[in-house]
């Protein structure tokens, strides 16, 4: 079994910037592909990032493109969402999750969830 857990939401104003973490246990982290979803009020689950299980191969939503970074630490078990530029449009709870099918959009690619962390961007 994967066990997620995500910090580093919370309040920030349009134009700030924060930093989520996601540690990972249970399996092997480096075998893992990574990814970051988003679910705001009333709106279904969206995804925002993924990473390879190497690092190589990043993916983002067109939304968040140019804004947003996914990175991964192998030796710490830990996945990161750097997020810049924020807009009240990025308000949502972000999800991390894990999979053995390679990162991708699809949130049918990946096994494992976590519990997620609120992001609020006030304008």
């Known amino acids: 079994q994967v066990q997620l857990v995500e910090s580093g939401g919370g309040l920030v104003q349009a134009g700030g910037s924060l930093r989520l973490s996601c540690a990972v246990s249970?399996?092997?982290?480096?075998?893992?592909?990574m990814g970051w979803f988003r679910q705001a009020a009333g709106k279904e689950r969206e995804f925002v990032a993924g990473?390879?299980?190497?690092?190589?191969?990043?993916y983002y939503a067109d939304s968040v493109k140019g804004r947003f970074t996914i990175s991964r630490d192998n030796a710490k078990d830990t996945v990161f969402l750097q997020m810049n530029d924020l807009e009240p449009e990025d308000t949502a709870v972000y999800y991390c999750a894990a999979g053995f099918s390679g990162a991708g959009m699809s949130d049918g690619r990946y096994d494992y969830w976590g519990q997620g962390t609120q992001v609020t961007v006030s304008s």
């Open positions: 990473i390879s299980w190497r690092g190589g191969s990043t």
């Open positions: 249970g399996r092997t982290f480096s075998s893992l592909a």
